[in-house]
């Protein structure tokens, strides 16, 4: 669903029709949400042995392909072009969108701006989107003073970086930020169950069940597949996780580097149950001002901190098995100083027979 605003999905399904015994229903993601303007409403639907992620909201980045001046970009997006035949390149901007440049070799964001039109320019002897700008964002690095060709397919995740790479622009007024997933029921899929790139979204009541590829919940900027942006301001509670394999926060750029910085940002992950979780039950990367409270975890290592600042650990029932190490990791990288870990309930103080 894409270029929509405020789409919503009620009682709706993904999953192999009873009794037809086969193994998945689809070849990609059950809900693929790029570019919206609004974030759309998932409540009481299943996404079941879909062949890859549950659900992946976020907004499409794209290459600086040249600067024509410090107020005049051209990206590398066709005009005119359809992605899986659905929206025009133009239509992802629009005269007063907010546009935000990335440096995808440390995560920075270095410039924003407003659009002030939308036009097209020639680049390697075709048109493609250029947008003017409301004030300079000068300093882009571009495909074009870097020699390089249109982006091909997968470069940013199988390449091989042999040098830097240009700045990406995200178009900050499609990211589907206010997203409700609410009710519903994952899993059993090939990769990762929800990935949210968005923000001021809640994601509640819902259950996740069998073990993913990939994590169950993933609050991350994904810039390597060119998906954006920094989650903030996100609610989540009262979800049941049961045997998923990890809910996690992260920044990913470009050949699969990782940034310094703690960009991901307001986030409660409270009231949910994580039953028999394997590897971590959470693990904290690149956040700050993240509250894990009154959760109840069923894991050898509940939580996993690093590189992050202002964490409340607080009010958990953490129940592990005999032997297993302290309930919350802290990494080199975490600040020690401002993490709070008080009133948690460890080991048989208060185990419950079963987490269901």
Not at 140 to 156: A, C, I, M, N, Q
Not at 244 to 250: C, M, P, S, Y
């Amino acid at each position: 669903m894409r270029a929509s605003d405020g789409a919503k999905l009620r009682r709706c399904s993904a999953e192999p029709l009873p009794g037809s015994h086969r193994v998945g229903c689809n070849v990609a993601d059950g809900f693929h949400c790029p570019s919206n303007r609004k974030g759309p409403l998932l409540e009481n639907c299943r996404f079941l042995r879909v062949n890859d992620d549950c659900v992946n909201i976020y907004s499409k980045c794209h290459a600086v392909a040249k600067c024509l001046g410090p107020q005049q970009v051209v990206l590398d997006l066709p005009a005119g072009a359809r992605s899986l035949g659905l929206s025009t390149g133009a239509s992802r901007y629009r005269p007063g969108d907010t546009v935000g440049f990335v440096n995808p070799n440390n995560g920075d964001v270095e410039a924003v701006a407003r659009v002030a039109g939308v036009e097209t320019a020639d680049w390697r002897g075709k048109p493609h989107v250029a947008l003017r700008l409301d004030r300079p964002a000068g300093g882009l690095l571009s495909r074009d003073e870097l020699g390089k060709p249109p982006v091909t397919g997968r470069e940013y995740l199988w390449g091989q970086k042999t040098g830097p790479v240009e700045h990406f622009a995200v178009n900050l007024s499609t990211k589907g930020d206010g997203s409700v997933i609410a009710g519903c029921l994952f899993g059993h899929n090939r990769a990762s169950g929800l990935k949210i790139k968005t923000s001021n979204g809640v994601i509640e009541n819902n259950r996740v069940e069998s073990e993913p590829q990939g994590s169950c919940l993933l609050l991350l900027c994904e810039l390597r597949w060119m998906e954006g942006w920094i989650p903030r301001n996100l609610v989540i509670r009262g979800n049941t996780f049961d045997h998923a394999r990890v809910l996690t926060t992260h920044y990913q750029l470009p050949y699969d580097g990782r940034p310094a910085s703690r960009m991901i940002r307001r986030v409660s992950i409270e009231d949910n149950v994580f039953a028999h979780a394997s590897e971590f039950a959470i693990r904290l990367n690149n956040a700050c001002d993240v509250q894990v409270v009154r959760n109840r975890i069923q894991s050898a290592r509940p939580v996993t901190i690093d590189n992050c600042d202002h964490v409340r650990i607080a009010d958990n029932v953490f129940e592990m098995p005999a032997g297993a190490e302290s309930p919350v990791a802290l990494g080199p990288k975490a600040d020690k100083g401002s993490i709070e870990i008080q009133n948690n309930i460890t080991g048989d103080e208060k185990r419950s027979a079963s987490l269901k």
